[in-house]
């Protein structure tokens, strides 16, 4: 058995790779794959971080941002918080370990979803500068604020503490972060500067101070004292629900029947539902979970979704709200016509989502440019990978032509429009880790697209009624100006009376408006069916 | 401190979260979010696993890939190969453990790199059907075929053996895997079929039988007997690299002096350009690697920067190559003209690649529909996420109106071309781990453009010759048949003698012909400038 095979060089190659490793080597799945794009990505995990904290301690945020410029390429993000602190035993987990954190196993909205956001920023601050991380956080005026300065031991993807002690801190609680990283300031649309402001439009209850890194300091101030509607945690919703995801739940639960197990594991199944899906899958309701085989677990899946059951609340969902849409629209573009939507809640693998839209129309906005997409999730605005978005293929895939904007094939129309799309869900699918981009769910771009059609339908109707109409009117009145002269020619010409042919002219472009305005009014329809 | 702050009951929710966890709930990430595009990754990952062993081993691959239709969302994946077999104390972590693997940790092309793909499709696969994934894997004929069935805990991201036997086999070595799933088998653009063909396309040394679910059995006969250059592995090169990359390695390197470290663990440094970094950064060239400190190793990164350094050697990679490129689009696509280029190998992080690009236009290809874009990574075609990809940017971006093809604004432009762009790299940057677009490094980005702007350039001075010039003369042709015939009509009003009127029309088209033609020849250098 000596012989060495080609199998055996190659298995000595083999080895187990580290979480810590992997995103190193891939930081451009974290959104670190150019400077510009890293320095905001440093500002939008803290940020996104702080807005979280504050929420579910039910403190109304106040945000100190600071970036700092050392030089073109290196840069110092601050970010201060008025959030309940971080414990020690758990702060330096928090900063130094990737895949760690309270917001992976639950089902409930937040900024935050995966355990890797801040720690990820920590990485790239050390893979480009070499430097530690700096976090003061305090739980409470009773208790000192504490003082790390810490780096990841990416072998091993475990914190490496430098400093720890106790400071002087004039907060009663909260964070403060000082991150050193290579970075590029750059003004514009996908700029830190833009995500604030973005920030702050869909966080009207947040209060930010910004110091850009000019040090010219900008306030949003706060527009409301009301904390938003606290998101609660649920259950999973049996429906989307997946055969291995069954599996593994009927083996950990606490129930110790079939039927308890579903009341007491999912929302929005009582009795009588538990009772039906046992029944349709031929299981016995009251027989422990653990006995459940491979091939009865696959039979309660198809009685699942061969039962009705009531669609999943929207209690753990915190939506923006149609009226807050429109008036950040309002606030943000000078346009004539405005249009929101909130779609119902929806399920995609048993999570629940929902979908609101908004068109901003006509104005100030520019009339010959492609359709601006305004992209959020969960509250946060998403600036980067556009193109990789089910929303923009959602977008790009609608009909606009029918609703009065210029398109050719599956492309971005153009005309004087803005589109919102706000995606809230107890679990965003984003395409990377980055989360700037919706993953392309059936569910999602069918929520999407009626969303989009609901508002299309209305801007359509609008443009028709009164853009069209009066850009005929235009053409009309420009026409009836020039009759008298019409008519004189035409006298020149044929000795006629002008008065009878001014006349005439009028009855003519009478005639021919009505056949014009008669076309615009079922243009629509015909285009619709 | 018996006091319980908020932080005390959020940290108590804070948790570590496993790798496998998060891919199940990340699925999306791994390529899984719809039943279609499952089956194809169940097949990708296969068969890219299947043809790197076997350029690994040099041995010239023979597939049979099979698709079993159980029903319409239930499938069963069968990828048989003649590689080199896997080891037993190996097999399990292959396939049950993500981030375990060979080609993560090395410099040398390779379709996959990350030690995620095939574990995921076990991951998936057990997600959807709670079935164990099937193996036969064996070695050399001296040995006996193993037989394996398992499954991943996903809790702790470990194989999870349910069989485990010696079996009667008749090949000499090779892998066979067998797995059950979820999917939806379509034709068209996005399908296994279409991959399968591209995959044969650009593998002309591989031997590929397919049975597809309508069990119609499909041979790709090998084109070439010979193996591709087989990709060498290298050191990784200087320039790109990142501070903490350059302490990681200064801390682990074997090296007892900076300059032997530069020259023994870095490829194109001589002990000529390692003095000179040293010079430059003012580090003494003697000293111990690990006695370097944070400044110093800055101080060296921005000598590293300075220095001209050789370009990375291309012996890591393996283009398809011009020849190559150019057969493949012949062979599926009837056109009448054909550009390809091969761009010098470029570094981005450290990692050397080469970008290939090729266009063919006009023939058989439709008029009026957008230009088809075919991208590849590593002869691996990208059938997905083409808006997230840098090759859709860097090609909507490039302004294709002055080579000859109608475009509006940085969309998809429109006309009778097929375009492809190939990257080859030691590492990929894909977007995500799904591995279907590559990220948006501006190294990247530069290197496809100036490709497509070459491919471009080309077209365009051929549509202006050929194209352009030819619809003119079919005008001018057109004109001629009718200069009778006016001729007459003149005649009858002016009675000016027939031939005389013929004489002169004919003079004022060819007059008029050369205007066009000299507007023709001239009306690329304009746009060019």
Redesign the interface.
């Known amino acids: 058995?000596s012989?060495k095979?080609?199998?055996?060089e190659?298995?000595e190659?083999?080895?187990?790779?580290?979480?810590s490793?992997?995103f190193?080597?891939?930081r451009?799945?974290l959104g670190f794959?150019?400077p510009t794009r890293a320095l905001l990505m440093a500002v939008k995990e803290a940020v996104d971080n702080s807005l979280d904290?504050c929420d579910?301690?039910s403190i109304l945020p106040e945000l100190n941002i600071e970036i700092k410029k050392l030089s073109e390429e290196r840069f110092i993000v601050i970010v201060e918080d008025n959030g309940?602190?971080?414990?020690k035993?758990?702060l330096p987990?928090?900063f130094g370990?990737l895949?760690?954190?309270?917001k992976?196993?639950?089902y409930r909205q937040s900024r935050g979803q995966?355990?890797i956001g801040i720690s990820a920023v920590v990485l790239y601050s050390?893979?480009?500068?070499?430097?530690p991380i700096k976090v003061i956080s305090r739980?409470?005026e009773?208790?000192p604020a504490m003082y790390y300065e810490l780096h990841i031991d990416?072998a091993k993807n475990e914190p490496k503490i430098l400093k720890e002690n106790e400071i002087e801190w004039k907060k009663a609680?909260g964070t403060k972060i000082e991150i050193e990283l290579e970075g590029r300031y750059l003004k514009g649309k996908q700029s830190v500067d833009e995500y604030i402001k973005q920030v702050a439009i869909v966080n009207p209850h947040a209060q930010i101070t910004y110091i850009d890194p000019d040090k010219e300091k900008i306030n949003f101030s706060r527009a409301t004292d009301k904390l938003p509607k606290l998101a609660e945690e649920i259950k999973p919703h049996p429906h989307g629900l997946?055969?291995?995801?069954l599996?593994?739940m009927l083996a950990v639960t606490k129930a110790r029947s079939v039927s308890g197990f579903f009341i007491g594991d999912f929302s929005r199944v009582g009795p009588t539902t538990a009772k039906e899906i046992c029944d349709k899958a031929k299981v016995k309701a009251d027989i422990s979970p653990k006995t459940i085989t491979?091939d009865q677990?696959?039979a309660l899946l198809k009685a699942i979704k061969e039962t009705k059951i009531s669609a999943p609340s929207a209690d753990s969902l915190s939506p923006i709200g149609a009226e807050l849409l429109e008036k950040s629209l309002r606030k943000e573009f000078n346009a004539e016509y405005f249009v929101t939507t909130t779609r119902p809640a929806e399920v995609y693998r048993g999570f629940p989502f929902i979908i609101e839209a908004a068109i901003a129309f006509g104005g100030d906005l520019p009339k010959e440019e492609?359709v601006k997409l305004l992209r959020f999730a969960n509250r946060v605005p998403l600036l980067y990978?556009?193109?990789?978005?089910s929303v923009?293929?959602s977008f790009t895939d609608t009909n606009w032509k029918p609703y009065g904007l210029e398109q050719?094939?599956a492309?971005?129309p153009f005309g004087p429009a803005v589109v919102i799309v706000h995606i809230s869900s107890v679990?965003v699918?984003?395409?990377?880790?980055a989360k700037e981009?919706v993953?392309?769910?059936?569910e999602i771009i069918k929520e999407i697209k009626l969303a989009l059609q609901e508002c299309g339908r209305k801007l359509g109707i609008y443009i028709r009624k009164h853009v069209r109409a009066s850009e005929q009117r235009d053409k009309v009145d420009l026409f009836e100006k020039y009759i008298p002269e019409l008519a004189n020619s035409l006298y020149n010409l044929s000795g006629e009376s002008k008065t009878k042919l001014e006349e005439n002219l009028r009855k003519i472009l009478k005639k021919n408006m009505k056949d014009i305005l008669g076309e615009i009014e079922d243009g629509g329809e015909k285009d619709k069916s």
């Open positions: 058995m012989e095979t080609k199998a055996h190659m298995a190659k083999q080895k187990e790779i580290s979480i490793e992997f190193t080597k891939n451009h799945l794959d150019n904290a579910e301690a309940p602190g971080i414990l035993a758990n987990n928090v370990k895949l760690y954190g309270s992976f196993h639950r995966q355990g050390q893979l480009t500068t070499g430097k739980i409470s009773k208790r990416t609680h997946e055969l291995g995801t599996m593994s491979r677990a696959e492609q990978q556009q193109g990789a978005c923009t293929e050719k094939g492309n971005f679990w699918p984003f395409t990377s880790e981009a993953a392309h769910y059936p």
